[in-house]
């Protein structure tokens, strides 16, 4: 039952002697982080993740369940949302949701410019084998230059729903889906074409691929999804009225204006607002602050 909004969390850590750490790390039951924005948990030799949901459960040895990520800016960690069982399944109703999820150019890990991956789903049982895991994935804007969303070790059970993404200028693959239990994907949009690859299981698909061998995203679609500075939706993008209705789980965007209630929806973490959608790109950080 705990709540983390409205926080700012960035680090600004020399590349030789800063050693920064994740940003929120929960675990637990009926949890909701919700407007936060973090940034920059970077450093040269160690892994930080920007929001890590884990399946340690909670005190009353329930496991974790009804953590709600959503309407968040995440940008430049390694993984900036990491769902991890480790020692227990992920059940209940967990949303990642409206979350505007990117890199810039100067992002830096282990040496190495621009290794980032957007959404990672993690259902690894340490000792061996895997938990199943019960996620949502809807409506996020994913400007990822490694990986978009990747989902690795899921086991049978699980319930993993993926609709309404906004993928934009991934490097390596816009989703990877390496462990394919309980899968559902659909309603997303691939911007930029129809060149770079979903991966389900050891096999790489273009869209169209993917869609020809019956694997979802029967309404997926690529092309120019044409986005503001902030990645809020311009009205010349055609992943305009693209997505699927989702009102029975949440009914506004990341910015709080109403989602249709009947229409379909934008794909993306901002619903179109006639006449130009805000840019809301996070402002930057003071550069006189230390981290120890």
Request: proline fraction near 4%; avoid cysteine; charged fraction near 15%.
């Amino acid at each position: 039952n705990l709540e983390f909004s409205g926080n700012t969390i960035y680090g600004n850590a020399d590349e030789i002697t800063g050693k920064l750490e994740d940003g929120i790390t929960v675990t637990g039951t009926n949890i909701n982080i919700e407007n936060n924005i973090l940034h920059d948990g970077w450093s040269y030799d160690t892994h930080p993740d920007g929001i890590i949901v884990q399946g340690d459960g909670d005190r009353n040895g329930n496991h974790t369940a009804n953590v709600k990520v959503w309407r968040n800016t995440i940008y430049n960690f390694s993984q900036n949302i990491y769902f991890d069982a480790i020692h227990n399944p992920l059940e209940g109703d967990n949303l990642i949701a409206n979350n505007l999820i990117y890199e810039t150019s100067n992002f830096r890990y282990g040496g190495a410019a621009n290794k980032v991956n957007g959404i990672v789903i993690d259902g690894e049982r340490l000792g061996g084998g895997s938990y199943p895991l019960s996620i949502k994935i809807y409506n996020n804007t994913i400007d990822s230059r490694q990986v978009g969303l990747y989902v690795l070790r899921t086991a049978d059970g699980s319930v993993i729903d993926i609709r309404n993404n906004l993928f934009v200028n991934p490097r390596y693959g816009y989703a990877n889906i390496n462990s394919t239990p309980g899968v559902n994907i659909d309603y997303n949009y691939y911007s930029g074409g129809d060149t770079r690859p979903l991966k389900w299981g050891e096999t790489a698909y273009s869209l169209s691929g993917f869609q020809l061998a019956g694997l979802g995203e029967t309404n997926g679609r690529t092309g120019n999804a044409n986005v503001n500075a902030g990645y809020t939706e311009n009205a010349s993008s055609d992943s305009i009225d693209r997505g699927v209705n989702l009102s029975n789980f949440f009914t506004i965007d990341k910015a709080g204006v109403a989602r249709p209630a009947t229409d379909p929806w934008d794909i993306g973490a901002y619903e179109y607002v006639g006449g130009g959608s805000p840019d809301t790109t996070p402002p930057s950080p003071p550069t006189n602050v230390s981290v120890q």
